[in-house]
């Protein structure tokens, strides 16, 4: 390039020097980062096989035996919680949004929906999950209603999409309150209609805004779908319960849950970047 090029530019001695001095801050930062990793964990591990039950221990939780054993039964089950979770989740989706618009609504003629989408995110937020589920799990089959089902995933997934819904239709309420009411008039003067404004402008926005928060619930969901196993659906809590019960050993239970950890990180990981970036496109004032 010529010194003449305008897209040419020299970089000042003192640029350079803050350069490499903020490079080797950044190689010292991970060095030292790496050397307390280091210091830390290998003191717990000390700690944790210098302890006097650490044998037993390692027989009861750590046997790799019956890892190898029990690892296609439990992932059979998880299985069966993918499964679960990914039905629960549109279900939640669909009835959670219906729910915060019925909250967000201000006519007067649909007071009584209001009142009612009120009701029902104040029960079953203050509801335990495991209650909810053992009621429709053991209360509605002991009413022998006709033609109802019988299964008990069924029942499972029932509740949780019914506790769920509540909490995912109160997050999706704050964000549609959270867009300013500026954006719905200047919606309503391009000539939209109330619910073309509340389709094209606000849930939008809304959903854009409180996605971080909606990941957050479907890790939960994740996790919480292993509590169909109090019914006696063979998700991957229960398969590990049935080698667990046979050998007496526990090591099923931490292949399961070795499993849930490593489907609910990537989620986590991927929330906590979104936010991250969500964070920094408010800060820059751009657009969420």
């Known amino acids: 390039m010529s010194l003449t090029d ?14 490499a001095a ?32 650490w044998p ?15 690892f296609p039964l439990v992932l059979e089950g998880l299985l069966l919680n993918l499964r679960v979770m990914i039905i629960a989740a549109l279900l939640i989706i669909v009835i959670s949004t219906a729910i915060a ?15 009612l ?6 029960i079953f937020r203050g509801l335990p999950l495991l209650l909810v589920i053992l009621v429709l ?19 499972g997934g029932a509740a949780l999409v019914l506790t769920y819904s509540a909490y995912v239709a109160e ?13 719905r008039m200047a919606a309503r003067a391009l000539g939209l209609s109330t619910t073309g404004t509340m389709r094209f402008v606000v849930l939008p926005q809304a959903v ?35 080698v667990t019960a046979k050998s007496f050993n526990f090591t099923p239970y931490l292949v399961a849950g070795l499993l849930f950890v490593a489907l609910t990180i990537p989620m986590t990981r991927f929330t906590d970047w979104l936010a991250a970036r969500s964070a920094r496109r408010q800060s820059q004032g751009g657009a969420m």
């Open 22 to 53: 903020a490079q080797r801050a950044s190689r010292r930062s991970i060095l030292v980062a790496a050397a307390s990793t280091v210091v830390v964990f290998g003191a717990l591990t000390l700690l944790v096989t210098s302890s006097p039950g």
């Open 56 to 70: 037993a221990f390692r027989r009861s939780f750590l046997s790799l035996t019956y890892a190898v054993t029990a």
């Open 101 to 115: 618009l019925a909250r967000t609504t201000t006519s007067a003629v649909l007071f009584p929906i209001r009142m």
């Open 171 to 183: 997050v999706l309420r704050a964000g549609i309150e959270s867009i300013h009411p500026t954006q």
């Open 137 to 155: 799990g053991l209360g509605v089959p002991a009413l022998e209603l006709a033609h109802a089902p019988t299964s008990v995933v069924f029942y």
């Open 208 to 242: 854009r805004r409180v996605t971080p928060a909606l990941l957050n619930d479907l890790v939960s969901l994740q996790k919480d779908s292993g509590l169909i196993s109090v019914l006696g659906a063979v998700d991957a809590i229960k398969a590990a319960q049935i």
């Open 6 to 19: 305008p897209t040419t530019y020299l970089t000042s001695d003192l640029q350079r020097a803050r350069e």
């Open 117 to 122: 989408a009120t009701a029902y995110t104040d």
